[in-house]
């Protein structure tokens, strides 16, 4: 959405908290809330995927606040960006206020060049910041030199992905450490990331707010892990009418549906025989779709090392995020004619 002279990429509405009108972020329409599980509701206000965008003029300087509201599993960090070059990380203390400056540095004629002759995604004078994943963080003020980015300095495709915890980025040290975000990136496209941590419960409104977007290009749907201790019949209902929702809105559009990633019940063989049952619905589900463009994905296949997950054996940790990104990019890079090969 655009707010002021910059973009707030990701992002749905805000909304305004307290006497200073800090905004708050909320990656679906604030309509939709009281339509979706608490627990969605709740997610969609953090900050998986979500960035400030602005174009820096040259000479100028801008200076962004930002707060972040609570902590997590892993620390609160933004990402400042120019274009595709990483120019700094920056922690977010707890509940206070936090300025940062950007100016130009030495080398950034010279990352410009580079951007431009290696067509890179994003153009080096774009600035990029990028929110925590998983911490709800206010924006306190955007001000300085800052102009809204053209369709010059961005990626011309978009990828939407949908998901749980693991999706959203739940354990990913740093925002572009996510497998989504890694994945967007070896593609060339940008991110909508609709990750709702323990929430992924397929929602008819996600469903048709999905299906009503049409600044997406592709999309990857991962189903399963919030609610695998639900009946195989209540989910097979849910998924055909979630899939069925999205595919029948974009029949030219590629969407690849991802079954559950490695995790426990995988490696511990507990309740194995439900998994398996899952994974089997949903490739049932996209075969009832007879369509060459709605893919199903083993997620095992994605995440074949159990190194690449946490202690907790569900969520992976940066080395499982990036082979996931990578497999991932390489399996949608196969079948969608308009990406390099």
Known sequence: MKFKKVELHNVWDVIEHGKRKELGISRLPLALHDE?????????????????????????QARITLKAMDDNVVPATALVYRGEFLDRAVALDIGKDVEIVIEDGKHQKTMEKVSE???????????RVLFP??????????????????KKFLPEK??????????????AVFPSGTYSAQCARQ????????????????????AQHIADRKDWDVATLEMGINVRDWPPEKFQQVV????GSIANAHPDKYIFCIDPFTNDRDLTGEKLEAMT????????????????KVIHVDGAKLLTDPRGLWTDLVHPNDHGMQEMGSKLANLIRKKVPFLKP
């Open 36 to 60: 979706i599980n608490r627990g969605a509701r709740n997610m969609s206000q953090l900050g998986s995927a979500c960035e400030i965008r602005g174009v820096l003029k040259r000479g100028g």
């Open 117 to 127: 002759s290696e067509d890179h995604a994003f153009h080096a004078r774009l600035i």
């Open 133 to 150: 994943p998983i911490h709800p963080v206010r924006i306190i003020s955007i001000e300085g030199d800052l102009m809204h980015p053209t």
């Open 158 to 171: 978009r990828l939407l992905c949908y998901g749980s915890s693991i999706t959203h980025g739940a354990s």
């Open 187 to 206: 593609l060339g496209m940008d991110l909508i990331d609709l990750g709702f941590g323990g929430a992924a419960q397929m929602d008819p409104p996600i």
């Open 240 to 243: 055909k009418n979630f899939v």
């Open 277 to 292: 049952t899952f994974r089997k619905v949903i490739a049932k589900v996209v075969r009832s779709q007879k369509s060459k």
